[in-house]
């Protein structure tokens, strides 16, 4: 059956029934700095209560959206770049603090772009790579370190990302990996306008690839921080929730009118079980994507990697 | 309101209540040759009631379908490159009996990549483009001459792809132009796996990027061959789609358990509408794509350039 | 017998025997702005005595060094882009005061982007097009109004750059062509270094490709600016200076040990042809590009694109 | 000093003085098959004092030659691809007799595309392996296993290639890699027209970008057999060869003239000292290709990764 997924902890939050209601061992918090229009959000999961109601692993997960994000508008851009570069440092700080990565200057970062290149969506990650400048091979450097990787797809490789990964990681001994990718969103309004970034690795069925492994402390041994950007909308998920509406819609008209007793006996569940045996099975694999969504991963990715280059590099203006 | 279009022929007959039965205007002929796993299908749209009834002009639209075109198997594709040759020259010919092309060996054919290089279910003209052998530079040239654009997009040159061919045209005075374009299908069953060859030119609304002028003999004053393959599907056509058949699934346990009244009362007009308030504004311009459609556009720009190859240059194999 | 050729006009100034000596109809001018590194010069070639002696045509050639280009440093491409877009509004303002450009806000102009996309050095034109904002189809526009083509090569098109735009302006009726291409420079230092703006257009031999035809007043009918980059050094160039060095030391030699009476009774005519003679056919063809010019041309596109929206966008920041 | 290289082991063999004699520790041995057009050597490098004279490590060298392989006939280049199968097959079953490699059918290959994807005459490797249909990630095959990865360049990852290929060996325990690179030629008429198979791996300085490390069974482990097709001459090299005939034609004169003594006097060291100091440092780092390299490229991918194919998988055509 279909799995109506969505690659945001905060558009996972929304969906409970109810919305605002508190979740046990999920918090939520939300603010926005003085004179900006970036508004940010994190969601911790705080314990294996949340991390079940959520569907996604413990951690924290903080968004940062901004319509203005899906415009060309480059003060935008440049503020969201600061942001994630503040976010990024904080989240190293307290992984410093925590004894997962050691508490030095020149610490080691690998970062990874994950996604296919040749595929517009998909090649969030590559682009952000192929804009970051790399320091490990010239030596005197005595800030942090940074190396770089983009490990391609299964189809291309026949190997799984999180192989290729293990393998680096063996030979360079990084201490951390900030890993980029595409993900995919519930909703096509945060198609570019949000930005996610997690302590809590990639998970199997994220992103816009469908990566099969997972990328996390626990698989790979060092910590990573994932940083993504919705590119696409499961085709199985637009299709859903214009039918839910239609069942909503004909069940009301079945209370007035005195008909529609078959929808209204319908439990959630079998609501859910009708809807998925709708759907085809071919729309698992496919995306629902925008005509310009070239220019979108395109400004993005510079979005992201000076972001990272400010969060690293200390003079990086 | 939302146009649940497609841009091929074929589909366009099967949505036809009843379908097989014949439409006022429109002939149909469906053939395949001895050996081969490639269907053909001839659309002809005769007269202008078949062309309002069809949604498409005037003319005809042949299409090849072969599933094993979604996969990489050559001797497909290079079936599909002769077969596309055959039915390219018989087209051409048609053209020179008519007096609409010179009938010369040397015709010059101006081939025309439509669509966004940058977004890949896009990207099949210029791609096409990128592996044909033009000659029109090679003086001593005995055959036909071909020349070769690729336009762009108006996100990129702020001018209409009419307006560019117009003026090349005007320039370089070819007799014919071939232009390829991916196309949006209706089914995702087509993606990938059926090529239309049309006289008709390309159409407004046609196309992946939603072209607003149209190529045709009536606005580029030379007769325009389209080669097109659906590598998308509209958004709105499998939400449209899946709806219904809800509708229909509601509409027979109505009947049966005496509910439903409301859904028995509409009209498929009727239905048609409240399926399109539904539908949400901004799928008009998403589209569902498949995720390793990198690998289906890549192998059809060469059966489509070979088919070309074939058409045009009498000694290639 | 092999041209020799520089595409800059400062390199062909400093080719001249006793450099720093006047030259009838060339006049120099060099200066630098307070607290900055980049250097200017402008070359006017002020008549045809000048044009001969120089081996380009009449106009103006300003060039901006600034070895800084060479490397990633922002704000040096930053104040790049600033300076090109003086230098700009400086030609468009001589262009109007001149009548050869309506004296209105709201010109038209057509951003042209030579080069062939799939040569990295040769890449430099398209890529400029690619980050280029352009805004003729976006009506409401009461600025300068600007489009934008990749015209593509020859070996791709079959056509002449000439003859596709010709039909483009035919159509679109622009005021002004802003035409951008990579260079081939003389000497290897100047690689990635200098920037050159000229009123010139663009002339048969210029550029990496060697386009055949011109692009300019004469030939398209409305003023043609030029702006490109060195990004190759022709392979005989390098051939032919290393072995003049060869031929002095030689001939030095010869003078002091009594040698070298062969080398002693060539005259420079003769020595030129000499170095031809040895001097592979096949050379005139090849260029010399460093391995980094993937990088070089990337960051130039951007500092060439941010100059031009800076030039015509008068709210870009 | 300069070292002029070419990765080409026929050329090496070639520049021998009194070409054509026989070079002690070294085995030369030229044929073509009946009714081709292929042109084949095998330079066998058998001992230390082989290795010494040819600068080149023992094994064997395998090289295909076809001028129209530069041209884009494809009866040569499917020519070319089961002739790179052919080899490659003998070279896997003779390291399978040696016990180098298992002998079974299901070995598992890692292919490996060296080189700049963003630099065209360096993105033969990355353009192959973008070509190649990998199946380690499906199961049931029971033939050869393949995988492949595109590792980047250090100035991209910050890591060295072997560092990489290393890790990814590792994890994945590949029996055989089989590398495909860049080369460089000494002489231009080489460019796209001579194919190269080895035995002996990857070597320091070879390729287009200079790798500084060795991938070789040494330094991986495991066997290495490196494809390589010569797309660019170092900029050195041409000067160099172009000097050298300078040199003597001058020493001719002079005995005839009775000048250039000064030349008569400098032993062969001293003259390629001579040359050395006159070709500019930047020169090493610079190399030379001719324009239209990216159709040479694009089409010589298709001719390796056609003999991959047809050397791996029993049954492709």
């Known amino acids: 059956m279909f799995e109506i997924r969505t690659d945001l902890a905060v558009e996972e939050k929304e ?19 003085a004179f900006s229009k970036i508004k940010l959000t994190e969601v911790a999961i705080l314990d294996e209560h949340g991390a079940k109601a959520m569907g996604k692993p413990k951690g924290t997960y903080i968004t940062m959206e901004a319509k203005a994000l899906a415009k060309g508008d480059e003060d935008y851009h440049r503020e969201v770049s600061g942001e ?22 020149n ?33 005197e450097e005595k800030t942090v370190v940074l190396s770089g990787i983009v490990p391609g797809v299964m189809a291309q490789t026949g190997m799984e990302t999180a192989e290729i990964l293990k393998g680096i990681l063996h030979e360079t001994k990084p201490d951390l990996v900030v890993a980029v990718d595409a993900l995919a969103a519930r909703s096509i309004r945060r198609l570019g306008t949000t930005l996610q970034l997690t302590n809590t ?19 790979l041994g060092i910590p990573v921080l994932a940083i993504g950007v919705p590119t696409v909308v499961g085709a199985a998920a637009i299709v859903h929730d214009t039918i ?36 085809e ?3 698992g694999a496919l995306y629902v994507t925008p005509p310009d969504i070239d220019q979108t991963v395109k400004r993005l990715s510079y979005t992201i990697s000076e972001g990272i280059h400010m969060a690293f590099y200390p003079k990086w203006e």
């Open 201 to 219: 690795g990639i998970h199997p069925g994220s992103g816009v690839g469908n990566h099969r492994h997972s990328l996390t402390k626990e698989s």
């Open 244 to 279: 839910s509406t239609l069942i909503q819609t004909l069940a009301s008209h079945a209370q007035t009118e005195k008909t529609g007793e078959f929808l209204e006996q319908l439990s959630p569940e079998e609501q859910y079980q009708l809807i998925c045996e709708l759907l």
């Open 15 to 33: 969906s409970f029934p109810g919305k605002g209601t508190e979740v046990t061992g999920v918090s939520l918090r939300e603010w926005r700095k």
């Open 281 to 283: 099975p071919e729309f």
């Open 84 to 105: 994630l570069a503040v976010q990024l440092k904080r989240m190293v700080k307290e992984l410093k603090r925590q004894g997962e990565v050691p508490d030095r200057e």
């Open 107 to 139: 610490i080691h970062v690998l970062a990874v772009g994950l996604g296919n290149p040749s595929v517009t969506p998909d090649a969030l990650g590559p682009k952000v790579l192929g804009n970051l400048k790399v320091n490990r091979n010239i030596t």
